[in-house]
């Protein structure tokens, strides 16, 4: 009962807080707001880049192992099944030499295939590898084998690209990761002392609560549910502003970067979301215990 | 208004309606007999020293004891160590040497969290009020019975009933700054004694009012008294400590200099500008 009452209290006196405060409260949400609204930029960003990077990657571990033509059926099927067998490989599939005319006529250059007349474009088994750092080996292994072209490019493996791609995608990442860590700090830092300067407004008050008898908890309650209150409010706020600008964002940015595969995802906005408001409500709710404790020494 | 028939037949049993009619009976001193069992001290010093971090020494090695029913003006000049005195009872500070006792218990070590249980013994008036200024005279009054007695039934009678003792039952709704200063003490007044302390400390509670309002505040104080708690009130007021005339403590240079029954604010003789 009074457990009841002492939450009832805590609540009510959060709620009226809040607004008798208004000015300082919705000063407090707008900064958290501000920053939160930073952090969750930053990790929309650093997840397009993730996608970008994934989609790279993807499209880097694939390995087209070009065969010499009129080998046998038996050879190449022999090939396809001892690769299937490495554990780096995720699967290996067969084109043959209409297949591959095919696609390049997909891509738009059957003119240039028809003007040779003949199909001059080998057959080939294509790899999907499940590390990107494999391709150095398996591209060595098959290489050897007696089946694979021998001309001037028996497989499509090109260490300059690879090489640069994996640097790249290290650079950024650790780059993220430094935004990231900053960020996070800062955004800390600011939200405390906002947090502390709500508080300090209403040090008398937790002075006469002190001085009438209330015990620590009675008097932080109200206090940490008011930072919880202000810290989900400026999470909503951070994440109605990225909701409306990440569609029309992701669209805008493909038209220019149109190098880059970016794509709308609609799961992890919601995620997103989620993330700041259990952030933004964690972020109050500490602030707030640390903001309090000074005053608490009466 | 018309109140509810339980408050009135309250009142009537009361045996002096406080803050409206001050009897002589009130203001006179009582006589003392060792043989009450209520003259027991419920506060006592022992050899307490309090010197501050900054090498201030505010307290040097004071020795008294205050019995229940007791009504004692703290004297002395400013700086002289009665808002330490008391701090010290509330453990608003700690002593740095000594004992203190209140009701019995030491509180010189008590620990943190038996504080608030501490504090719930006393009803405390400063001379700055203390008041929540965006709360209303009843919010600010209730604040006292929800912080110590949460879910506490007949918040709003009780609350009503403190106001009604200090005078001040048409104001409830109104805000500090509607009020005078001494009506303003009079709320922290009501809320000191809301939750029935057993102990009333006031600290310069008439340090910012006139000598009329003084004289009514003092008058509440003394008929607190008279229903049987204890009052230790600091004060500068040297018209109102030699017009009561009851027990009186003289604080000089942190330590107790006189200890009178019926004491006046300077001692007999003592020069006077």
């Known amino acids: 009962m009074r457990m009841l009452a002492s939450l009832r209290f805590a609540v009510v006196s959060a709620g009226q807080n809040f607004y008798r405060n208004l000015a300082v409260s919705l000063a407090a949400v707008f900064t958290m707001g501000l920053i939160l609204l930073l952090v969750g930029m930053a990790l929309l960003g650093t997840h397009m880049l993730n996608q970008v990077l994934t989609d790279e990657q993807a499209r880097a571990s694939n390995i087209k192992v070009y065969l010499q033509d009129g080998v046998s059926l038996a050879s190449v099927n022999n090939l396809q099944q001892q690769l299937a067998a490495d554990p780096r490989i995720s699967a290996v599939h067969f084109e043959n030499k209409d297949d591959a005319a095919n696609e390049l006529r997909n891509h738009d250059l059957g003119v240039a295939l028809d003007a040779v007349g003949s199909n001059p474009l080998p057959a080939s088994l294509n790899l999907d590898l499940r590390r990107l750092a494999d391709l150095p080996d398996i591209d060595a292994m098959v290489r050897t084998n007696a089946i694979v072209d021998r001309g001037s490019k028996p497989t499509s493996y090109n260490p300059d690209v690879i090489g640069k791609l994996q640097t790249l995608i290290r650079v950024l990442q650790i780059i993220a990761v430094v935004i990231a860590a900053v960020l996070g700090v800062i955004s800390l830092v600011i939200i405390m002392n906002t947090i502390r300067t709500a508080v300090y407004v209403r040090r008398r008050e937790i002075e006469i609560m002190k001085l009438v008898g209330a015990t620590d908890w009675f008097v932080r309650w109200p206090f940490i549910l008011e930072g919880v209150l202000g810290g989900i409010l400026a999470a909503l706020l951070a994440g109605g502003v990225i909701a409306a600008f990440y569609k029309p964002a992701v669209s805008n940015l493909k038209s220019t970067l149109f190098i880059f595969p970016l794509t709308y995802d609609g799961s992890f906005l919601s995620a997103l979301i989620l993330m700041l408001v259990a952030g933004g409500g964690a972020l109050g709710a500490f602030g707030s215990y640390l903001g309090v404790r000074r005053f608490l020494s009466v | ?273």
């Open chain 2, 1 to 273: 208004m018309e109140r509810d028939g339980e408050q009135s037949e309250a009142r009537r049993r009361d045996p002096l309606p406080v803050g409206h009619t001050v009897s002589m009976a009130a203001v006179m001193p009582r006589p003392a007999l060792a043989a009450e069992p209520q003259l027991r001290p419920v506060i006592s010093f022992h050899g307490v020293g309090k010197t501050y971090p900054n090498g201030t020494v505010a307290l040097r090695d004071v020795n008294l004891a205050i019995n229940q029913t007791d009504f004692v003006f703290l004297v002395g000049a400013s700086g002289a160590g009665k808002s330490t005195l008391v701090r010290l009872l509330i453990r608003e500070e700690v002593a740095s040497s000594g004992r203190i006792f209140v009701e019995g218990r030491e509180i010189t070590g008590m620990p943190r969290r038996k504080l608030p249980k501490l504090r719930r013994t006393f009803g405390i008036v400063f001379q700055d009020y203390k008041l929540l200024q965006r709360a209303t005279v009843a919010q600010n009054v209730a604040f006292a019975l929800q912080v110590t007695q949460p879910g506490l039934r007949h918040l709003r009678e009780k609350v009503e009933e403190a106001l009604w003792i200090v005078g001040l039952e048409s104001k409830l709704e109104k805000f500090p700054d509607e009020l005078s200063g001494g009506e303003q003490q009079r709320v922290a007044i009501a809320r000191a004694l809301v939750h029935r302390p057993r102990i009333f400390l006031a600290d310069e509670p008439t340090g910012n009012l006139d000598p009329d309002t003084s004289w009514g505040i003092v008058q509440l104080l003394l008929q607190i008294n008279h229903r049987g708690t204890t009052v230790v009130m600091a004060t500068h007021n040297r018209e109102v400590v030699d017009l009561v005339r009851r027990r009186v403590i003289a604080i000089e240079g942190g330590r107790v200099v006189r200890d009178e029954i019926e004491g006046r604010y300077l001692k007999e003789g003592e020069a006077t500008i």
